[in-house]
């Protein structure tokens, strides 16, 4: 357990030392806010993920950073709708198009294969959202 609470430190310091990071597909800057770094340790249901998958997320991090200003051809595409803050009185939720690229890179040991997922909500900020 320590040291996922070392790992999860460094991975922390790394993502909170850049606050965008400039990617040649957008021809703009990808956010690295809290909700990409929260992404990591929760599922969308905001139920901690296991140990064993966030330390993955979390060490792969570092890479996925650095290989966004690389990232020059779309492997992944997807559009659509979803839930969007709180429920309303009436009980339905506002709904937003959210849409969602994924990037492949292989490592150098040409053997492992990192996937980063940017994301945009509306037409707000493209944001950093997870590593796999």
Sequence with gaps: MKDFESIREKAKLTYESEKEIFCPYFQAKVILNSDGFNHLQYKPNRAPRNIKEQTLKLILLKKALEIIPKCGT???YRI???KYGKSQKDGFHKMKQVQYWGFHAILNDKK???KIIIKQVGDGN???WSVM
């Design 74 to 76: 779309l492997q992944e």
């Design 80 to 82: 659509q709708m979803e």
């Design 112 to 114: 492992h294969k990192i």
């Design 126 to 128: 493209i944001i950093f």
